[in-house]
């Protein structure tokens, strides 16, 4: 299986796992939207000295995969590209901030160092919570919940295109890809000469298929703005389950918990 025939059926798990039915799965939407952009506000407003306070917000992504069932194995896989960028946002901090803050068996730990490495915690949480949002819920009802939020139809729709045009252009690619494999079956990978004709190959190709697309959707009635299909009315857990959220994420932003907790055993 070649690399965009991974990437293709990658979106085609996202959309199996978040069809599911587990408790947070069952939750509105624009709750889970909710909930998800008060925890990266929380999480990133945190001081860039504090890590203790940071690792307490790990409690949201592990409660989200035990009650999902979500893989976190598979997550962590799946975010395996991202990852390396998170390290590089702050793998400079200890060059240029090398003030010494304290002695870690004997071994001196600078600012820079717990800045740098709250730094990736942050990053890392937040991401990890984005992709919690896309995998216990589906495209249709997260651009659903924006039009609640009153976000301009006009967005809405080229998210929404966006995400599912995706599926198409792979597809092409992989038609073009299995052609040329076909006629260079001793060559590995695509000769750079051919780079720019098949790459107009796959624009127009792009270009007819959502040409045809588009068409289809005219006929079954699209005028302009996707009419989301009314979800099921709120139920009391929809509005616990924001507050309650919330609530925590105050808590444990606003306390020392974990120093709390310490000096109970002391």
């Known amino acids: 299986m070649s690399k965009i025939s991974d990437a293709i059926y990658e979106v085609h798990y996202m959309d199996t796992i978040a069809s599911g039915t587990s408790p947070v799965h069952r939750v509105h939407p624009l709750a889970k939207l909710l909930v998800t952009i008060a925890y990266i506000w929380f999480t ?15 409690v949201y992504p592990v409660a989200l995969f035990s009650l999902s069932e979500v893989s976190f194995k598979h997550s962590i896989k799946k975010l395996r590209i991202v990852l390396p960028f998170v390290v590089l946002i702050g793998i400079f901090n ?3 901030d090398r003030t010494p803050r304290f002695l870690l068996y004997g071994l001196t730990i600078t600012n820079g160092m717990v800045s740098g490495f709250a730094l990736f915690i942050k990053a890392f949480l937040t991401v990890l919570a984005s992709y919690l949002l896309i995998a216990t819920t589906r495209i ?14 006009m967005l809405v729709t080229q998210i929404l295109l966006t995400y599912r045009y995706i599926t198409v252009l792979l597809s092409e ?26 790459i107009g190959q796959l624009l127009f190709r792009s270009i007819d298929r959502a040409s045809s697309l588009y068409d289809s959707m005219v006929l079954r009635g699209y005028s302009g703005s996707f009419k989301h299909s009314q979800l099921p009315n709120a139920r009391w857990q929809d509005f616990a389950y924001p507050l309650l959220w919330v609530t925590l994420f105050a808590v444990l932003r606003y306390t020392n918990l974990i120093s709390f907790i310490g000096n109970l055993f002391i």
């Not at 249709?140 to 139809?153: F, K, T, V």
């Not at 076909?182 to 004709?197: C, D, E, M, N, T």
């Open 94 to 96: 200890p060059i240029f």
């Open 140 to 153: 249709e009802s997260i651009c659903y919940a924006l039009n609640i939020l009153h976000m301009p139809d």
């Open 173 to 198: 690619a992989n038609h073009i890809f299995e052609a040329y494999s076909l006629r260079a079956p001793f060559q590995k990978g695509i000769h750079y000469k051919v780079w720019g004709s098949l």
């Open 44 to 58: 990133v407003s945190f001081d860039k000295y504090n890590v203790t306070g940071l690792i307490t917000m790990v």
